[in-house]
């Protein structure tokens, strides 16, 4: 038995989406190497062949599809909606659901980029064991990733809180605009990570009901102060147990769910790569780090390791 194997027991209360403790920077200088590009990608590619990896993924991978970063350079500063509020307070409900409803169109018909094809690419071949994201915008699948563990959700799925039932996003998109006509043209709309955008006057605002109980419908995302399900966290530690490496990619792993997962795959010993314009959570723990973008990243490691 491993050290991992008491890990359930940890997931009630510490994988909830709540900020983990500010990167360390001196951990990052100490522990992690930091290479130039491509003797990068060489000396991660000799590791990794013939190894299955672990991945996981953060709002970085997304950016090259239209998605911005949360916490990358640029980033607006932004107060994200919280479960507690989402669920105690009406006014915020309207303007989360107008917020959302703007950006999912946008946030819809975005495209999987090379980043995503390429892990696509390396799992078909056998060199990735799985992928787990904190990305709610489908994209691995989509891209033709088969084994995708979604850690925080899906943007495409509504459920309601009081008898689970659960719609699909484009449905619940089609009764706002029937309540609401104001949103059929919006204009100058601003995506966020998880699909918002800044809206406008919300006071006459009509927020979708679930059809069955008449229960209040929250986007199947975990919210900040939301509890990671016990479920989805277990798969994602199965896919840790199977792997010999992890490659955490895009990712500042600034909350715990992300964080609890490196530190497994530091117990179990196993080579940590991670990819990520900027400091990160994981950097001490890192054998590699490479400061570089994802997409061409990833298409470099498969062009090494698939020939």
Known sequence: MTADAALPSDTSL???LEPADAPDAAAVLDSAVA????RAVDAVATLLRGKRAAVLTGAGLSTDSGIPDYRGEGAPKRTPMTFQTFVADERSRKRYWAGS???WPVFRQAEPNLGHRSLAQLESAGAIAGVITQNVDGLHTRAGSRHVVELHGSLDRVICLACGQAFGRDSIA???ETDNPVLRD???IRIAPDGDADV???DDFVVPECTVCGGMLKPNVVFFGELVPTETFLEASAVIQSAEAL???GSSLAVNSGIRLVEQARRRKLPIIVINRGVTKGDGRALHKLEAGTSETFAALAYRLLG
């Open 200 to 202: 406008g006057n919300i």
């Open 35 to 38: 290479l130039d590009s491509e």
């Open 101 to 103: 409803h703007l950006g």
């Open 174 to 176: 089609t009764r706002l």
């Open 247 to 249: 490659i955490v990619a």
């Open 186 to 188: 919006p204009k100058n």
């Open 14 to 16: 510490v994988d909830a």
